[in-house]
């Protein structure tokens, strides 16, 4: 092999790995962030969004994902090593969403709420957001006055309701507001149970006997939404008749859910994904309102707890699980 030869073919061998390398340097990066650890097919399809919208992970897009496990303190430090990191955007849900708009007003933030989020400051309306934020609002804390009402006619006799929420969460307000007009509508009692933790969850159930709570409505948020199974455990162990948003509760035991579909709202945000890496910018993406709505009951758990689901309660079931 001629000198001239080989060292042309050492200095291709040099270049070929340091280019490869400026190649996965370049691959965009999403920061995926949970205030608590979401049912696992809301990941799915978020990730099965994106693909079909031409982003593979590990492919051509990386996603980093990062969960707080229901501390809400730990967001901030979360989704500032991420922006220091200079990911492409960020994906996150809840009270991330509003810790997300106070760390960076640059990086492309797409966000899933269950309350208004402009009335959470977030973003300046529905349809233009303006500044760096834009994504998916099932307005779920707006559907609590009909989870009260289903679950007043569900349980008549109940006439001192609790309502369980997490005070570290940027929904709770929002849902009592919302709440207190219909529970007086009703002539309903209605109590609030704090819980942002495992203790203090035990606590408030145990609270919910000693005040003689007929029936329970749980308020949306991530930390709950975390431990959806133990939450209908819970209810069951306490005996008390409960509702919560996403059906995911009824399927694992608990006695009716309503609300809109967390899956569906995470298809659009990976949508939203895709374009803001395409170059869009959340400015320029109205903030999608989710509209599908699912009521399930749990027929089995009314028959444990000793009800008889109201006829036109079954009419209205999406699903009805024997």
Do not use: C
């Amino acid at each position: 092999m001629r000198r001239r030869e080989f060292i042309a073919l050492i200095g291709g061998a040099t270049v070929w790995p340091i280019a490869t390398r400026a190649q996965q340097t370049a691959m965009p990066v999403i920061g995926f962030v949970e205030a608590a650890e979401l049912p696992k097919q809301t990941r799915a399809a978020f990730v099965a969004s994106l693909n079909e919208s031409g982003y593979v992970e590990g492919h051509n897009v990386t996603i980093v994902y990062r969960t707080a496990e229901g501390h809400n303190e730990q967001l901030s430090e979360i989704i500032t090593e991420l922006v220091h990191r200079q990911v492409r955007l960020i994906v996150s849900n809840g009270p991330g969403a509003v810790v997300a708009k106070s760390v960076t007003g640059t990086t492309p933030i797409i966000f899933f709420v269950g309350s208004d989020p402009v009335k959470l400051g977030i973003v300046d309306s529905l349809s233009r957001p303006g500044g760096n934020l834009t994504g998916v609002t099932t307005l779920n804390t707006a559907a609590g006055a009909k989870r009260l009402e289903l679950l007043h006619e569900m349980v008549p006799s109940a006439t001192n309701i609790a309502v369980l929420v997490n005070p570290t969460g940027p929904s709770s307000g929002p849902l009592i507001a919302e709440l207190q007009p219909a529970a007086n509508r009703l002539s309903v009692q209605m109590h609030t149970l704090q819980a942002s933790t495992q203790e203090e969850l035990v606590a408030a159930f145990t609270k919910s006997n000693e005040i003689g709570a007929g029936a329970l409505l749980i308020g949306n948020d991530a930390f709950f939404t975390s431990i959806i199974a133990e939450l209908a455990a819970l209810s069951n162990q306490h005996a008390i008749p409960s509702i919560y948003q996403y059906p995911d509760f009824a399927v694992a035991g608990g006695l009716m859910s309503y609300g809109a579909s967390i899956t569906e709202a995470y298809r659009v945000i990976g949508s939203y994904a895709a374009r803001v890496l395409k170059g869009e910018k959340p400015a320029d993406l109205p903030v999608q309102q989710s509209t599908k709505i699912e009521f399930v009951i749990n027929r089995k758990t009314a028959k444990t707890l000793g009800i008889t689901v109201p006829d036109r309660l079954l009419a209205l079931a999406d699903e009805v699980i024997e």
